[in-house]
């Protein structure tokens, strides 16, 4: 399994995602001031699993401010509620995940994706997914920083 391209492709992925489904762009490093970024403190995580063709999961770790946007923007409200705002993150969790996992398919199998869940505050996703390839991958965005984690069972 070739496993140096996740991350670019994550990348890509979850940029494609927050600019149809949340209308939100990408943004560099140097165009955000120092004390504004602010990145994910593992708060409010979702968390998909997926088998099948590859066996694995993702988390998506978005930091309060993009939280709070990903749910006002897809659901067009100003002060989504926090049941809104993790089921915001589930639908996002569950569309980068979905168009992920087709990177692992091979010998015409399909990946099942587990419908995303919100990870418990001390929940460890590493342990979770303990002995698979990790890679994570930051995306930073006009809204706020999400940190997307890759987990896939090695063949």
């Known amino acids: 399994m070739n496993t140096t391209t996740y991350t670019e492709n994550v990348h890509d992925i979850a940029l494609n995602t927050f600019e149809v489904t949340c209308f939100m762009f990408p943004m560099d490093e140097w ?4 004390d504004e970024l602010e990145y994910p403190d593992g708060h409010t995580r979702a968390i998909v699993g ?3 063709a590859a066996k694995g999961g993702m988390v998506i770790n ?9 749910a006002a923007n897809m659901l067009g409200i100003d002060e989504p509620s926090q049941e809104e705002k993790e089921g915001a993150l589930c639908e996002i ?8 996992v087709p ?5 015409d199998k399909i990946c099942v994706i ?9 929940e460890n996703a590493d342990a979770l997914f ?13 809204e706020g920083i999400v940190e ?4 896939v069972e090695q063949d």
Do not use: H, Q, W
Request: aromatic share 8%; with cysteine; hydrophobic share 45%.
């Open 103 to 107: 990177l692992f398919a091979k010998d």
């Open 148 to 151: 997307i984690s890759i987990y």
């Open 31 to 34: 165009e955000i001031e120092e």
């Open 130 to 142: 303990m002995g698979m390839f990790n890679e994570k991958v930051n995306v930073l965005l006009d």
């Open 50 to 52: 997926f088998d099948g």
């Open 62 to 70: 978005p930091n309060e401010a993009l939280l709070t946007a990903i």
């Open 114 to 122: 587990k419908p995303p869940r919100i990870a418990a505050i001390d």
């Open 93 to 100: 969790a569950n569309i980068i995940c979905g168009n992920t």
